[in-house]
């Protein structure tokens, strides 16, 4: 730990002479850059850049740290990074485009729209619009690792899988937040429009809105001018990871800067005017940022920073909450190697975004709740030490050892090859290699190691597979909580 700080100490002394950054001398925003600073070091961060708009300018500005730590390439307002779930807020707008072009009724089935859309029964396959997909009231959960292939599934595919997924609410009942439905918006407007996603997004709202250094692509982040790469930290080291592949996805797949956001947080403050000019539509941008489905979240239970925020609704890509008596309009996007965090306060005309190149967006949402007291004049509070306090401590070895002896297999290895397939999350294939079982998820190497008679450690949500087998025991599918909130997904062995 010793060895990280004095690192980071010396980095913290270039973290201010980043180029093309914006500072203000409002007195409001002092402080700001040892804060961020601070957070960076005890969050180990390699960069992050910071925006701060206020009706319809930009008052602040500025990058901090490093975009390529290895060449010391610095972050600035320019740097893109992934923005991930704060994808889904452009995608809403997206569709609110269609909706005043009277090519969509977001209150209609959205099947009438897109008759390839199924769900695994008849009452959501006929009645869930568009609106409960944009507030994620479908009952369908994540299911995120259905996505998870070395070769990225085509939106077609998703689109057909989605008909075996099984829902963990009622219709209607809960907000269950699924990535899944905003991806398949992105299908429902090319449907409506003949274009890709990323294609009428470019159209419609980044080149009104002069956001010229973002894409819409996982893959592009590579392509913008100045970019910056994805880090992790391992044993107080900071790595460099491999950035994604992955192309269009309307959940999360945008790059942007800071600058380039600022854009976009001044014309949802102005009702979708920029520069005079009219990009969004007032009205969704008013129904997008109020509550449309209530998930009270907070305060949040045994987290003690957040006794005076309140309610957790839900709007069009937005959650919706009193932020210490202040309407906040907010959403984070976390992505490997990236997190970040959109934040704007209608009734104040302030906005803020931060984006960050570390998997973790807890990170952004500190950073983003100091300014947004500073800029309110709120009581100060740290934000910093009340959540860091929390963080839950790394396991001894010795829990881990005791972790792993368990009873041996119950079948000799060569039993349990072969391939093992579910509808929806597609294939997995083990087999033995040097008397050592191994394992494939869909083309994708997964970590495997026996844990207990027939229960593996996998890298899988969940951490575990189990094999089953038949009456005459004969082993016949493997299973894992690969989406938690429903029963586990069992994949059938193929016969051969």
């Known amino acids: 730990m010793d060895k990280f700080i004095l690192l980071v100490g010396s980095l913290l002394v270039l973290f201010t002479q980043t180029r093309a950054q914006t500072a203000s001398d409002d007195q409001r925003l002092a402080g700001i850059d040892t804060m961020v600073n601070r957070v960076l070091r005890d969050w180990h961060v390699a960069g992050c850049a910071v925006a701060v708009v206020e009706k319809n300018k930009v008052i602040y500005a500025k990058g901090f740290g490093y975009r390529d730590l290895d060449n010391k390439l610095p972050v600035t307002p ?10 889904k ?27 390839e859309l199924v769900f695994n029964n008849e009452l959501l396959t006929n009645y869930v619009t568009v609106k409960d997909m944009l507030t994620h009231r479908t009952g369908l959960p994540r299911h995120d690792w259905l996505t998870a292939s070395k070769v990225p599934l085509s939106l077609d595919s998703i689109v057909y899988r989605i008909r075996f997924l099984e829902p963990s609410a009622g219709f209607r009942e809960q907000l269950k937040y699924c990535n899944l439905m905003y991806t398949v918006l992105g299908g429902l407007v090319q449907k409506l429009t003949g274009k890709t996603w990323e294609a009428y997004m470019k159209e419609k709202i980044l080149a009104p809105l002069e956001m010229n ?12 001018p100045e970019y910056s790469l994805g880090y992790t930290v391992r044993n107080d080291t900071l790595i460099k990871g491999t950035l994604g592949s992955d192309g ?33 539509s007032p009205q969704f941008v008013r129904e997008a940022t109020s509550p449309q489905m209530s998930a009270p979240s907070r305060p949040r239970s045994g987290l003690p920073a957040y006794p005076d925020a309140y309610f957790g ?24 190697l990236f997190s970040s965090t959109t934040c704007f306060f209608p009734t104040d005309s302030v906005g803020i975004v931060v984006l960050v190149n570390k998997f973790d967006a807890t990170i952004s949402e500190i950073i983003t709740n100091c300014i947004a007291d500073k800029i309110l004049s709120l009581p100060y509070k740290d ?9 839950p401590k790394n396991m001894t070895v010795s829990t881990l050892q005791r972790r792993t002896v368990g009873k041996p297999l119950t079948h000799p290895p060569l039993d349990y090859t072969g391939y093992y397939i ?16 191994q394992a494939i998820y869909n083309g994708r190497s997964i970590f495997f190691k026996h844990l207990n008679f027939d229960t593996f450690r996998a890298a899988v949500p969940g951490g575990r597979l189990h094999f089953s087998m038949n009456t005459e025991g004969k082993i016949i599918s493997v299973s894992g909580a690969l989406e938690p909130e429903v029963n586990d997904i069992i994949f059938l062995k193929k016969e051969k």
């Open 213 to 224: 250094n973002t894409n819409c692509l996982i893959s592009d982040l590579t392509k913008a």
């Open 422 to 437: 579910h509808p929806a999350y597609g294939m997995i294939q083990v087999f033995n290699q040097n008397d050592t079982l």
């Open 313 to 336: 609704d839900y709007g069009y890509g937005w959650n919706i909450a009193s932020y210490r008596g202040h309407y906040q309009v907010t959403h984070g996007g976390d992505l490997p």
């Open 78 to 87: 320019n740097t893109v990074f992934s923005i991930a779930s704060c994808t």
């Open 89 to 115: 807020a452009f995608t809403a707008q997206l569709i609110g485009t269609l909706v005043t072009n009277g090519k969509l009724n977001i209150n209609q089935p959205v099947h009438h729209y897109y008759p």
């Open 383 to 391: 934000w910093n030490g009340l959540i860091l306090a929390r963080q």
């Open 248 to 280: 269009a996805n309307a959940a999360g797949s945008m790059n942007a800067s800071v600058n380039d956001m600022a854009n976009w947080l001044i014309a949802l403050l102005n009702e979708g005017t920029y520069k005079g000019k009219q990009v969004l």
